[in-house]
């Protein structure tokens, strides 16, 4: 989590240009998301599935982020719970952070500070390893085991590593330039462009050969991220947002530090991105080189999306996220031992708290909805999960005791599933794929898929017109109504609800159902009259989408009189009408009602 604005750092930008220059490419312009082109989208191949490797006993997390803090505020408490838990972490933090180089104190009037990129970088490492010692239960200055490491990518990065009891805890530093002031170089451009070069930004104090200048380029930091999972062999990779809403930017929404047209700083999308690539990257790597596919489940987290919706976080869990914030952002007085500081002074002592976009009071998934999807088939249950970003089945072998993952392929796919059995007996698996992950001005696109068996996988297209738009919308949700008919929903990039329909065999074209705009995560079902209902979490209100009568169409149906939702809702049968519930916001307490619609 930084803002932007500085002075020009001439020097490193014109050291970056001359190694782009020198592979042949321009530096200039910046870009996330690329319009859609001519070049069709690669289908997943059916017939290419593989056997998952066999991982060592135990757990291990890898947190991948753009800066110093962003698990802090945007994953936490799940990292925290994690360690608590005995799972080793290993958070791999790909930009120094280096930000303006100026450490500020959050309040009153700044005085005047030296810019110092390598000192202020410093000073974020020293932070977190305050914020993980305490993290671990160990008192916040604490020494930690610092090493080097030597990468694919050939520059070595530190590796500072805690143990407490059982538990582990690693950082890694990439170190790559964040550039944010410039216009020369940026981490989005290295994503989006060819020739892109960025310095490594020695940390002060930082052991040797971690303190020697080096330069990043795209392929250095793919192959740095694949090296660093078959190093430490992750079982769950949370990374940061690819793909962030689309947000305009008014007197009632400032830009802030977002990006332009985005909700998220411009370095946290473009971390993900590299962070998915890399994960799509260490699946094909894995299979081309032993015929395996490693087991992993995967995660993304919002980031300055939190500020755009109600808080979803009760007291307790905001007081635990700011516990460890403190420790992060740490004191001018305080003696830690590092010459360089000790913490990032502007998200000390209470800012995190006061601050008004409130980041610290949300934890969002990118992807929430149904992790595990389960069909009931004439030999019994059926589950479907992604594992090593394919898909996955398991049948039910005694209650409760589900035989091995048999891989479906169809990678790489978003974590969270639908599925439907139809009258036929046929089962049908529908996903998010990132259908494209090129970047170098190549696409990156999102596309809806079904599987079934037989067949195989099925492209159903995305409901937007661009690879732009497309990106943002969301995991498809399946319903199977008494007509027989398959209805599918995604949240699309107006943040409101789009459908296709399965009849008599044939998938109508996609329809803009509109309505209010609502969070990620949809709850659907048919009332005992056989009518759908679909709702989702607004920013005042729940929005809901319904059919007058059994087969006729889904159309947007304002609900009156229910309190603020806090998260997404949940939905059940209940008699002839509908039990709706979902989180108060900033509360612990549930809303739960039944609904005559």
Known sequence: MLSAGGPSRRGLVAAAVAVAAGAGGAVAGCGVGAKATARRLTLPDPRATQPYRETPAGQVVMNILAHPDDDLFFMNPDTYTSLRAGVPVVSVYVTAGEATGVNHEPYGPRRHHEHDLDGYSSARHQGLRQAYAAMLGLPHFTPWQREVIALGSGIPVEVDTLTS???????????????????????????????????????????????????????????????LMDRYGPTHIRTLDPDPDIQVHDRKHPKGSDQPGYSDHRDHTAAALFAWKAMDEWVARSAAKDGTVPRFTSAAYRGYYNQRWPKNLPPATVALKARFLYQYGGNMAW???????????????????????????????????????????????????????????????????WGPAQDL????????????????????????????????????????????????????????????????????????????RVHLFVRNAARGLSERVLADGRWTPWRNLRGGEVQEGLAALTDASGRIHVFGAGHVAVHHWAQDVPGGPVAYRPLKGLPLPGDIPAARRSGTGVELSYPHPASGRRFRRDLVL
């Open 335 to 401: 003696h830690c031992g590092n010459p360089s500081g000790c913490g990032d002074y502007g998200q000390g002592e209470n800012e995190p708290l006061t601050n008004h976009k409130g980041w610290i009071r949300s934890t969002h998934p990118r992807y929430p909805g149904t992790r595990t999807a389960i069909a009931d088939t004439p030999g019994g249950r059926t589950a479907f999960e992604v594992l090593g970003l394919r898909a996955v089945r398991r049948t039910e072998t005694r209650p409760g005791v």
């Open 165 to 227: 009891g059982a538990m582990t805890a690693r950082l890694v530093f990439l170190q790559v330039s964040m550039h944010e002031w410039g216009p020369t170089a940026s981490l989005p451009m290295m994503w989006s462009r060819s020739g892109v070069a960025l310095p490594y930004i020695v940390a002060k104090g930082a052991p040797s050969p971690a303190d020697k200048p080096a330069v990043w380029t795209r392929a250095k930091l793919v192959d740095a991220l694949v090296d």
């Open 409 to 484: 392929g169809g990678g790489p796919l978003a974590p969270a599933l639908s599925c439907v059995r139809t009258p036929d007996g046929t089962v049908r698996l529908f996903a998010l794929r990132f259908a494209s992950l090129e970047g170098h001005g190549g696409r990156n696109a999102r596309d809806i898929v079904v599987w079934s068996q037989g067949p195989g996988w099925r492209s159903l297209g995305n409901p937007e017109p661009d690879d732009d738009r497309g990106r943002r919308v969301g995991s498809p949700v399946a319903l199977l109504t008494p007509d027989g």
